[in-house]
């Protein structure tokens, strides 16, 4: 065996075997996707190993958080080529916290699913295309190349166009082309800012942009480039005012992909924001783009908080809360302050849970009610107090109760927010947060608390016929989202600790553009 | 379409373009061809097979469910990287080997085939199934 080494290009140093713990939050979920296309015919196996091939994502990205801890940040160049030329993953803290957290999450929607997807809709790829959305999400998280960051964004969009129209109903196409135009919109700015990017400076790779960048003034062909990014970024992670399309297209698929969109995708909109403007555009952190973020978090806080006070849908009112949440996170961006982005990574992390969890617990009730109207629906309570009571936490995380999840990240933005005496985004987070109470608590008092309601009983009846033998198992993994998120908030130390290394990291990435360029460069 | 003057050329060209594909794709790496223009030629050969003799006997003659046989390339492309772990260079690096069939004759195989033949096959696959697929309604 002979190793290809055309001269000049090549590195010399051999890559130990530890190094491709990078690879496995991708290349595990798209081998076992590449398994479960081909077994088609087998379907009732692909739950058992989409499950294998999630835990051994899961170990792999643990294994990586853990490389990363001991070792600081890493990197691959793949095919071995030179880092300017080749495409680098590189793994630091925002991206693996978050990969850890997307793969976690898919495993628990993958045993949510096993009772909720039928034949047919496994035959049609439910679980090949899962597998091929969360390559796609932890490749985004781990790509320290900005086109490559392009190509993982169609990934994750192609798999999630297969699976919001799973089901064929005309209401589900209706949302899904909301839902496809206003991404491809999205994804052409983003490729457009990322062409310019490569006339101006000739290199995509981001710790290279990076060392370029920084320093240079914040003028001309630069702004240009901010701005598209901006508008591309905030119209994927569904922020005011570019949100429209998320309330619009999210209570359309069915509920467990609802569950998956609203845990993951936004957030990529969000890291990508997260990681273009401090890492890729470090003189972006001191100009207008940070006021922006600033208006446009404040957008969303209010929009949501307040869309969500007025729906009656459940799901919509969970989408509207979900566009309210980005709004925390854009807001924490723009103070761009260490224990602002340390916070915000958090909130990312509890977003996730949380929202994933929301959504489960809304397929769980629709299972046994079938509806999520809150005109009709009624006695939840009475029937299924275990999943009240998981609501009710979920309510408490969401709004940010202490000693809940939600509480933290919140408290820390709060008092950041009065260090750079930046009072509008500082209300806007009380409000809003007061106003998800509001919401949250009206769905709990009208859905769950109150009793069956006589016109919801033939509903009731209608649907307890359905229950099938998965039932049961279909709440290990609320349970266990809402365990995690409950362990976050009574013990977020441990995670404050990683988010704000993740947090140093984005405001002197100088040990992410070493770990890509090693010293010489 | 399916005149008998197609018909009877149909099996000979299909055949003969599915050849010519895999000549394209073995070509590809040090000259113009490659993975996914050798399985676009060959998609098209049939996609010409089922126009000509219907979708039925395409479906006989591939065996397997085309997706099954894009997702069969996946695997291969995916796995093709891995190789170079044993080599101590990084993911996708290519890794060659030069078995000898006779003491003149030695052939040359290396990963970026492998991952070339993935690509053929995903190419194949999709297409072939889109393709079928909308024959079919007609």
């Keep these: ?521 | 379409m399916s005149t008998l003057i197609l018909r009877t050329i149909a099996p000979t060209l299909t055949s003969l373009m599915v050849i010519y594909s895999i000549v394209v794709l073995l070509s590809g790496h040090n000259e113009p061809g490659g993975g996914f223009i050798g399985g676009l030629i060959a998609a098209s050969a049939f996609a010409l097979y089922g126009i000509a003799c219907g979708v039925g006997p395409v479906r006989r003659a591939i065996y397997f469910h085309p997706i099954s046989i894009a997702g069969f390339g996946m695997l291969l492309a995916a796995l093709s990287g891995l190789p170079s772990l044993m080599e101590g260079v990084p993911y996708l690096t290519g890794v060659w080997w030069f078995p000898k069939l006779s003491k003149t004759v030695e052939l040359a195989l290396s990963t970026p085939l492998f991952f070339d033949i993935g690509v053929w096959l995903v190419v194949v696959g999709s297409l072939v199934s889109i393709a079928l697929a909308l024959e079919e309604k007609d």
């Excluded at chain 1, 936490?393 to 940010?400: E, H, P, Q, R």
């Excluded at chain 1, 409000?431 to 709990?444: E, K, Y």
């Design chain 1, 1 to 521: 065996m002979d190793v290809s080494t055309p001269e000049g290009v090549m590195l010399a140093a051999p890559t130990p075997a530890i190094d491709w713990l990078i690879l496995t939050p991708v290349i595990i979920p798209l081998i076992t996707a590449a398994l479960l296309i081909m077994m088609r015919r087998t379907v009732v196996l692909h739950p058992l190993i989409a499950f294998l091939g999630l835990s051994a994502t899961i170990a792999g990205n643990s294994a990586l958080l853990w490389r990363i801890y001991t070792e600081g940040p890493l990197a691959m160049t793949m095919g071995n080529w030179y880092p300017p030329f080749g495409i680098s993953f590189v793994a630091d803290y925002l991206g693996v916290i978050l990969s850890l957290t997307a793969s976690v999450t898919v495993l628990m929607i993958a045993l949510y699913a096993i009772g909720d997807s039928n034949g047919r809709e496994r035959r049609f790829g439910f679980y090949p295309l899962l597998m091929t959305l969360l390559v796609g999400v932890n490749g985004s998280f781990l790509t320290g190349d900005i086109f490559n960051l392009y190509v993982w964004f169609e990934v994750f969009l192609i798999s999630s166009f297969g699976l919001i129209i799973l089901g064929g109903q005309p209401r589900q196409l209706d949302g899904a082309v909301k839902y496809c135009f206003l991404n491809l919109i999205a994804t052409t700015l983003f490729l457009i800012a990322t062409g310019y990017l490569y006339g101006i400076y000739g290199t995509l790779n981001m710790a290279d942009l990076s060392r370029i960048i920084s320093g240079a003034p914040f003028e001309g062909s630069l702004v240009v480039v901010s701005a598209l990014y901006l508008l591309a970024f905030s119209m994927k992670a569904a922020a005011f005012p570019l949100f429209f399309w998320l309330p619009a297209s999210y209570h359309t698929p069915k509920i467990v992909v609802s569950a998956l969109f609203a845990g993951l995708l936004t957030k990529v909109g969000v890291y990508a924001l997260l990681r273009t403007f401090t890492v890729i555009l470090p003189p972006a952190m001191d100009s207008w783009i940070m006021e922006a973020l600033l208006y446009a978090g404040i957008g969303s806080m209010v929009v949501g908080a307040l869309g969500a006070v007025v729906q009656t849908d459940l799901r919509r009112l969970f989408s509207f809360l979900l566009v309210g949440s980005i709004g925390f996170m854009m807001v924490g961006l723009s103070l761009a302050t260490e224990k602002a982005l340390a916070a915000t990574i958090f909130y990312m992390v509890h977003s996730i849970l949380v929202m994933t969890a929301l959504f489960l617990t809304a397929g769980l009730v629709d299972r046994y009610r079938g509806s999520l109207d809150l005109r009709v629906l009624s006695g939840v309570s009475g029937d299924l107090p275990f999943l009240s009571l998981m609501f009710l936490a979920l309510v408490f995380m969401a709004s940010g109760f202490p000693p809940f999840s939600g509480f933290w990240p919140k408290l820390a933005l709060i008092s950041e927010s009065l260090k750079v005496a930046s009072y509008w985004g500082m209300a806007t987070i009380i409000f809003s947060s007061f106003l998800s109470l509001i919401a949250l608590g009206r769905a709990f008092a009208f859905g769950f608390w109150r009793p069956l309601l006589d016109e919801a009983k033939p509903l009731v009846e209608d649907q307890n016929l359905k229950r099938t033998k998965f039932g049961k198992l279909q709440y290990l993994p609320v349970m266990a989202l809402v365990i995690m998120a409950i362990l976050i908030g009574i013990l977020p130390s441990y995670l404050f600790e990683l988010t704000t290394l993740g947090a140093k990291l984005l405001l002197n990435p100088e040990p992410y553009v070493n770990a890509v360029l090693g010293g010489a460069s």
